[in-house]
T-cell receptor
Framework: DAMVIQNPRYQVTQFGKPVTLSCSQT?????MYWYQQKSSQAPKLLFH???????NEADTPDNFQSRRPNTSFCFLDIRSPGLGDAAMYLC?????????????FGPGTRLTVL | GQNIDQPTEMTATEGAIVQINCTYQ??????LFWYQQHAGEAPTFLSY??LDGLEEKGRFSSFLSRSKGYSYLLLKELQMKDSASYLC??????????WGAGTKLIIKP
C-alpha cells in the first residue's frame, strides 16, 4: 500500500542532545511537509518542500532544520532540543500544491525531552 | 490575521446526529478540509469543499458557505469509534493550510 512512514514512532532525547526524525513516502508526491503538534492544539507548519524547493515558515526557530535528499525521503533535525520542543511531529505529503490536493499524514513521531 | 474557530469539545450520544461548526477568516480561499484525528494518531482526511453547498460521503457530510466564512461537518448514526478530534483547515491564497485547534467529540453510549 502506498503510504507515509515515519521513524521512530517514539523518540526520547535529553535536553540539548540533537535528534533526527525521518519520513519516507511511497506515494510519489511532489510536496512534503513537517508539522509540530502539541496536545489539543492545531498542527503548526514548520517547513515544506515542493520537489527540492525548500520553504521555511517565518516563525520556525533556527533550532529546526530540514533536508530532503530525494523525492521519497525527508528529515527533521532538532539541533538542541528544549523542553518546549516536546510534541508530536507529523510528516505529510500532497501530490501538488493547490486546490483539491489533500494532505496525507504519516503516523507521527512523539518526541519526549528529558 | 488568519483565524479558524471551532468549538473545543462536544458530547453526543451513540446513534444520534452531531454538527460541528467551523468559521474562518483567511487571506484568500482555496478550499476547506475536514480531518479526523484519534488521540495520539495522525489526522486522516474526511472531506474537501471548495464550492458552496453540501458534500455527502456516507455517514459524514460537509457544508460550505464562502460568503459567510462558515462550514460544518455533520456526522450521522454516531458510533463509539467516532470519538476523536475533528480539525477544520482552510487553504489560503498561498496554498498553505490554516488549521483550527480541533473539536474533541465525545460519544456516550
Amino acid at each position: 500500500d502506498a503510504m507515509v512512514i515515519q521513524n521512530p514512532r517514539y523518540q526520547v532525547t535529553q535536553f540539548g542532545k540533537p535528534v533526527t526524525l525521518s519520513c519516507s513516502q511511497t506515494l510519489n508526491h511532489n510536496v512534503m511537509y513537517w508539522y509540530q503538534q502539541k496536545s489539543s492544539q492545531a498542527p503548526k507548519l514548520l517547513f515544506h518542500y515542493y520537489d527540492k524547493d525548500f520553504n521555511n515558515e517565518a516563525d520556525t526557530p533556527d533550532n529546526f532544520q530540514s533536508r530532503r535528499p530525494n523525492t521519497s525521503f525527508c528529515f527533521l533535525d532538532i539541533r538542541s532540543p528544549g523542553l518546549g520542543d516536546a510534541a508530536m511531529y507529523l510528516c505529510a505529503t500532497s501530490r501538488e500544491q493547490g486546490s483539491y490536493n489533500e494532505q496525507f499524514f504519516g503516523p507521527g513521531t512523539r518526541l519526549t525531552v528529558l | 490575521g488568519q483565524n479558524i474557530d471551532q468549538p473545543t469539545e462536544m458530547t453526543a450520544t451513540e446513534g444520534a446526529i452531531v454538527q460541528i461548526n467551523c468559521t474562518y477568516q483567511t487571506s484568500g480561499f482555496n478550499g476547506l478540509f475536514w480531518y479526523q484525528q484519534h488521540a495520539g494518531e495522525a489526522p486522516t482526511f474526511l472531506s474537501y469543499n471548495v464550492l458552496d453547498g453540501l458534500e455527502e460521503k456516507g455517514r459524514f457530510s460537509s457544508f460550505l458557505s464562502r460568503s459567510k466564512g462558515y462550514s460544518y461537518l455533520l456526522l450521522k448514526e454516531l458510533q463509539m469509534k467516532d470519538s476523536a478530534s475533528y480539525l477544520c483547515a482552510v487553504m489560503d491564497s498561498n496554498y498553505q493550510l490554516i488549521w483550527g485547534a480541533g473539536t474533541k467529540l465525545i460519544i456516550k453510549p
